[in-house]
């Protein structure tokens, strides 16, 4: 592809059922920022004669919704690349379409073949969900096609594209008009014919010995989101979320045993995929069988973010740009001081570096408490009376937040939320389901901004960075204030103290700072089983003694 003419680009995605649109910024050094998507079902491949031409009707339907994407890209200065999948490569008439983007609108779209397309939606996965540690089948439903790409390492190993797909399947063995549920012969069929199909690439790829399985695509999300209902989560973030080859056999009986107005009552399906999704489920149960599958997750990226990361090529540290850009985006717009947020994200990270024995966690967690610092006054935008509480409310339902799991997402959200205020407790509703290893996270990571942001009390940025000791607990120290209260044992007693010394810029008085850093310091130190005092630093031998009040 051609290098871009601006840091604004948009990737269109032509899809035999839906167009997706994503415009998006380049970062310095690789990768990108998303800024905005768009989906329309166009369901151009239907009414087509098993895909061999694009009916008058759909053509039209496709040009209205690219020019209205175009529009989208252009209010944001973005230019534009198309790609085409299996609807228009398939079509002896797809010149049509072609012509008449390029004519009327002025899109040159490319049409792409199969194997490019599972390149590309292996491109937009691997970025979603870690593939580096794991060999991983990759399967992407479509409304005309399905890819299938083994990698490893995060390298693409081998790839597959099969003329399998919801409306295909839909168009073929079960017709509309048909009252209650899928004909019993109908679905029989079905099976028989998928089984037949997929048992070569199941052969090809299946050995390969795949560690894990992951799905994009309409389809697959439909599918989590329905299972996710029948276990009465409320999914604001279906990246990273897993399933069961049970419960996907419960979501197919489901299916199969309702008519499409009784579908249209199924929990997390969307209306407008009614009609396709006893194809889309029948077809995913038999990759499931075919490739002895027990469990798949899913990836929201896919085809068009596979097109961007070509033009913008990302390594992780992009990918980890690209999730604190969109952090810092959501900061900026609802913290009133977003600078004392930097700051607090700043002093957060080092006493999370220079801790490091005692909590033993590694890089995720670091990213985790960096980008909860940045967002954990966001709040303040509804209000300052609970602005903790409403952190933790808009980190969990932003769509600002991009590249993240559901899990991450909450325990960026959970760690905002604990900034301040009552430490984390079983009776709280937002820890509901929350594993105990990841509430002992969170009580870490909050205890360790809330010093942070005490270090900050004046938001004045004066203290530079922190220096971090161990030394004996001496005992005499006042209890913290949850003992006092008459909870929980002494932390650390009779064992060690964590020293922590402010190291400051400039002259002027510290003392709000200590005070303000050793009042919240009460969590950090139940979390980490030790004392936890911050004091003055002292001076080293020799040097000037510093002026009173510093």
Not at 109 to 134: K, N, P, T
Not at 405 to 427: G, N, W
Request: hydrophobic share 45%; aromatic share 4%; charged share 25%.
């Amino acid at each position: 592809m051609m290098p871009p003419v601006s840091d604004m680009h948009a990737a269109i995605d032509i899809g035999t059922n839906s167009f997706h649109l994503v415009v998006a910024r380049a970062l310095d050094g690789g990768g990108f920022d998303v800024v905005t998507t768009e989906k329309e079902m166009v369901r151009l491949g239907s009414g087509g004669g098993d895909m061999k031409v694009l009916a008058p009707e759909a053509i039209e339907r496709a040009v209205e919704a690219l020019a209205r994407m175009i529009d989208v890209a252009a209010s944001y200065g973005a230019d534009v690349t198309a790609v085409a999948t299996s609807a228009v490569r398939e079509a002896e008439n797809r010149d049509e379409l072609v012509v008449r983007a390029q004519r009327e609108l002025g899109l040159n779209v490319e049409v792409i073949s199969g194997l490019e397309e599972a390149r590309l939606i292996f491109q937009g996965v691997r970025h979603a969900v870690s593939l580096v540690d794991r060999r991983a089948l990759v399967v992407d439903i479509g409304g005309g096609s399905t890819e299938f790409v083994v990698g490893e390492q995060g390298e693409l190993v081998e790839a597959r594209s099969l003329r399998l797909g919801a409306i295909r399947l839909t168009e073929r063995f079960l017709p509309a008009g048909v009252d209650g549920p899928p004909p019993a012969a109908a679905v029989a069929e079905c099976r028989t014919f998928l089984r037949g199909a997929l048992s070569g690439v199941a052969r090809d790829l299946g050995g390969h010995r795949p560690e894990l399985a992951v799905g994009s695509s309409g389809t697959i999300e439909s599918i989590a989101l329905m299972v996710a209902a029948d276990r009465g989560l409320d999914l604001r973030q279906i990246n990273g979320f897993s399933f069961t080859a049970g419960e996907l056999a419960a979501v197919a009986d489901r299916v199969l045993s309702l008519s499409a107005s009784g579908r249209r009552r199924i929990r997390g399906l969307d209306e407008r995929r009614v009609d396709i999704i006893v194809g889309g489920v029948l077809l995913l149960q038999e990759i499931f069988d075919a490739f002895g599958l027990e469990a798949m997750t899913v990836s929201d990226l896919a085809l068009r973010e596979g097109v961007l990361y070509d033009r913008f090529p990302a390594g992780p540290e992009a990918t980890r740009n690209m999730r604190r850009t969109s952090a810092r985006r959501l900061a900026r717009q609802l913290d009133p001081d977003f600078t004392h947020a930097e700051t607090s994200a700043r002093l957060a990270l080092q006493l999370f570096d220079r801790t490091a024995d005692l909590h033993q966690l590694g890089p995720e967690a670091r990213e985790l408490l960096d980008l909860a610092a940045l967002v954990h006054n966001v709040g303040m935008f509804i209000s300052h009376s609970g602005h903790h509480k409403h952190s933790w409310y808009i980190v969990r339902n932003t769509e600002q937040l991009t590249g993240f799991t559901q899990r991450e997402i909450e325990l960026i959200a959970l760690v905002a939320r604990y900034h301040r205020k009552s430490h984390p407790s079983d009776r709280h509703p937002e820890l509901a389901g929350v594993p105990e290893a990841d509430r002992r996270l969170v009580r870490i990571l909050a205890g360790l901004l809330r010093v942070a942001i005490g270090l900050d009390r004046r938001h004045t940025g004066r203290v530079a960075a922190v220096a971090v000791r161990l030394e004996p607990a001496a005992g005499g120290r006042r209890a913290p204030k949850s003992e006092r209260k008459g909870g929980g044992d002494r932390a650390g007693a009779g064992g060690q103290r964590l020293v922590i010394e402010p190291v400051v810029t400039g002259w002027g008085d510290l003392d709000l700072e200590i005070y303000s850093a050793n009042e919240r310091a009460d969590l950090l130190s139940v979390a980490l089983g030790v004392e936890v005092e911050v004091r003055r630093r002292q001076p080293d031998a020799g040097s000037p003694p510093a002026p009173p009040g510093s």
